[in-house]
Nanobody
Framework: QVQLAESGGGLVQAGGSLRLACATS????????MGWFRQAPGKEREFVAA????????YYADSVKGRFTVSRDNAKNTVYLQMTSLKPEDTAVYYC?????????????????WGQGTQVTVSS
């Protein structure tokens, strides 16, 4: 049974940084793709970043490219999302998720397992 648990959210001023963590269990992280999504109030859930099945390939939404970095620590079964130069528009609940193999990593409908989310609030 796959379980995901996000942590690390909080309140930060614009220009600041946060590191989110997604603790995983019930899967082999080294061979699993992992995605990060976010959902702001009144908006649809959107793709943020992902790690591919190969382990080294990364994917980013244009809105976060150059500011966010996704990585994994297989020994700790944990995926991270390092967020820098945060903007008020980054405010959202952030979710980690596991996709099915061989699907579009950008499409939230490709993901079978989701964490409960962690709130990130960026003040101006």
């Amino acid at each position: 049974q796959v379980q995901l648990a996000e942590s690390g959210g909080g309140l930060v001023q614009a220009g600041g940084s946060l590191r989110l963590a997604c603790a995983t269990s019930g899967l082999t992280l080294s061979t699993s793709a992992m995605g990060w999504f976010r959902q702001a109030p009144g908006k649809e859930r959107e793709f943020v970043a992902a790690l591919g099945w190969s382990g080294s390939r990364t994917y980013y939404a244009d809105s976060v490219k150059g500011r966010f970095t996704v990585s994994r620590d297989n020994a700790k079964n944990t995926v991270y999302l390092q967020m820098t130069s945060l903007k008020p528009e980054d405010t959202a609940v952030y979710y980690c998720a596991v996709p099915r193999r061989g699907v579009s990593i950008y499409d939230l409908n490709s993901y079978d397992y989701w964490g409960q989310g962690t709130q990130v609030t960026v003040s101006s």
